[in-house]
Structures are given as C-alpha cells and as structure tokens.
Nanobody
C-alpha cells in the first residue's frame, strides 16, 4: 500500500509562490496517476491538478490554470505542485492522492488521505 506525505506549505503574501511536495512510499508509485486536492475551512475537498502515470498529461481546475504546475518524479516517488501568483482564495489544506486518471479527475482517488499541508495566503 502506498502512503503519502505532503509538505511545503506555509504562510505567504498574495502574489507569492510555494512549492508543495508529496512523497510516496511503496514500489507502485509509477503505476498511478497523481492529483492534488485542497480543502478550505468549512468547504468540501476540491480537485486542483492531476498528472498521468508517466507525466505526459496534466489537467487543472479552472481556478488555478496558468498559475499552478504539477509535476512528477517517478524515480523519487514524489509529485510536486508549483504554485505561483497565489491568492487569498488559495488558502486551504492541500492533499495529494493517487489512482486511475479518470478517478483522480473525478476526485475519487484510491488511497487513504494523508495529513495534508496548510497553505495560507495573506492579502
């Protein structure tokens, strides 16, 4: 079973940047598509970005398109989320997860959720 540990969150001013990392244990990391999700206080967890198993395809929520970039290093079993031009509405706990491509896009990944990493953007 793959376990996921997110890191890289923090407090940043609007317009700033952060790079999130998600390290996975287990030897089957490369067989999964990966996704980033986020949950703001009092709201449901939403899809943010996805990357295919080999890294050749990506997909983004409209709210982050052009500002966020997802990438995947199968050799390091790590997926990243580069976040630029951050806005206060990006404030949330960010989680990564894995699954088939369609499942990740449908916010229906297959692994247990980690603790996430808090991102706070001040105005």
């Amino acid at each position: 079973q793959v376990q996921l540990v997110e890191s890289g969150g923090g407090l940043v001013q609007a317009g700033g940047s952060l790079r999130l990392s998600c390290a996975a244990s287990g030897r089957t990391f490369s067989s999964y598509s990966m996704g980033w999700f986020r949950q703001a206080p009092g709201k449901e967890r939403d899809f943010v970005a996805a990357i295919s198993r080999g890294g050749g395809s990506t997909y983004y929520a409209e709210s982050v398109k052009g500002r966020f970039t997802i990438s995947k290093d199968n050799a390091k079993s790590t997926v990243y989320l580069q976040m630029n031009s951050l806005k206060p509405e990006d404030t949330a706990v960010y989680y990564c997860n894995a699954g088939a491509w369609s499942a990740v896009l449908a916010s229906n990944p297959v692994l247990g959720w980690g603790r996430g990493t808090q991102v706070t953007v001040s105005s």
